[in-house]
C-alpha cells in the first residue's frame, strides 16, 4: 500500500513537472512572437518608442512624451478606445479579433453590427481588477498616445478561458488614449 501511494506521488510530480515545462515553453514562444511584431513595427516606424514594465511590453505609435504633462499611473483612470486581438504568431489580423470599442475596426473585420451603441470609448481604472498585462502596460501612457499593449497568456488570463479568449493566451491591445485622471 505505502509503495502504491509513494508511486502515485511519484508520477503525479513528473506530469506536474512536465505540465510546467509545457507552460513555460508556451510562454516563452509568446514572448517571441511579441518580440518578433515589436521588430516589425519598429522598423515600420522608427519613431516608435518601447517600454517593457514587468511582463507587458508597450509599443507607442503616436508618442506624446511631454515631460509636462501627466502620465498614468496605478489607481488612474483612463478614457479609451481599443481593439484586442489574440496574438498567434508575428501579426495581427481582423481574424484575431476579439473585441473592439471602435466600429469602423468591428466593420473592417466583417462583424455584424447589431447594437452600435456598444462603440464608445471606455474608462477602466489602473487597478488589482484589471488584467495584469494590460494594468502593466498602460501605466505611463499620456493623453493622445496611440500604442500596442503586448503580453503573453502569463500575464493575461493565464489558464482560464474569458469569453472568445482561449486559455493561456498572449494578447495584443490597440490603444488610442482619450485623457487620463490620476485624482
Given at each position: 500500500?505505502?509503495?502504491?501511494?509513494?508511486?502515485?506521488?511519484?508520477?503525479?510530480?513528473?506530469?506536474?513537472?512536465?505540465?510546467?515545462?509545457?507552460?513555460?515553453?508556451?510562454?516563452?514562444?509568446?514572448?517571441?512572437?511579441?518580440?518578433?511584431?515589436?521588430?516589425?513595427?519598429?522598423?515600420?516606424?522608427?519613431?516608435?518608442?518601447?517600454?517593457?514594465?514587468?511582463?507587458?511590453?508597450?509599443?507607442?505609435?503616436?508618442?506624446?512624451?511631454?515631460?509636462?504633462?501627466?502620465?498614468?499611473?496605478?489607481?488612474?483612470?483612463?478614457?479609451?478606445?481599443?481593439?484586442?486581438?489574440?496574438?498567434?504568431?508575428?501579426?495581427?489580423?481582423?481574424?484575431?479579433?476579439?473585441?473592439?470599442?471602435?466600429?469602423?475596426?468591428?466593420?473592417?473585420?466583417?462583424?455584424?453590427?447589431?447594437?452600435?451603441?456598444?462603440?464608445?470609448p471606455v474608462t477602466i481604472t489602473l487597478?488589482?481588477?484589471?488584467?495584469?498585462?494590460?494594468?502593466?502596460?498602460?501605466?505611463?501612457?499620456?493623453?493622445?498616445?496611440?500604442?500596442?499593449?503586448?503580453?503573453?497568456?502569463?500575464?493575461?488570463?493565464?489558464?482560464?478561458?474569458?469569453?472568445?479568449?482561449?486559455?493561456?493566451?498572449?494578447?495584443?491591445?490597440?490603444?488610442?488614449?482619450?485623457?487620463?485622471?490620476?485624482?
Amino acid at each position: 500500500m505505502r509503495k502504491t501511494i509513494l508511486i502515485i506521488a511519484l508520477l503525479s510530480m513528473v506530469v506536474w513537472a512536465c505540465t510546467k515545462q509545457s507552460l513555460k515553453t508556451t510562454y516563452d514562444r509568446q514572448a517571441t512572437f511579441i518580440d518578433n511584431f515589436v521588430t516589425a513595427q519598429m522598423k515600420a516606424d522608427t519613431t516608435a518608442t518601447l517600454v517593457q514594465n514587468g511582463g507587458a511590453w508597450r509599443l507607442t505609435l503616436k508618442d506624446t512624451l511631454d515631460t509636462e504633462r501627466d502620465s498614468l499611473d496605478y489607481g488612474g483612470r483612463v478614457t479609451m478606445e481599443y481593439a484586442s486581438y489574440i496574438l498567434s504568431g508575428a501579426s495581427v489580423s481582423a481574424s484575431n479579433l476579439v473585441e473592439t470599442s471602435r466600429k469602423d475596426i468591428a466593420v473592417s473585420a466583417g462583424w455584424v453590427l447589431s447594437d452600435t451603441t456598444v462603440f464608445a470609448p471606455v474608462t477602466i481604472t489602473l487597478d488589482k481588477n484589471l488584467v495584469e498585462g494590460l494594468r502593466l502596460g498602460l501605466h505611463g501612457v499620456q493623453p493622445q498616445d496611440e500604442c500596442y499593449v503586448l503580453f503573453t497568456g502569463e500575464y493575461g488570463y493565464g489558464n482560464k478561458e474569458n469569453g472568445t479568449i482561449p486559455a493561456k493566451s498572449a494578447l495584443v491591445y490597440h490603444i488610442w488614449i482619450e485623457s487620463i485622471d490620476n485624482e
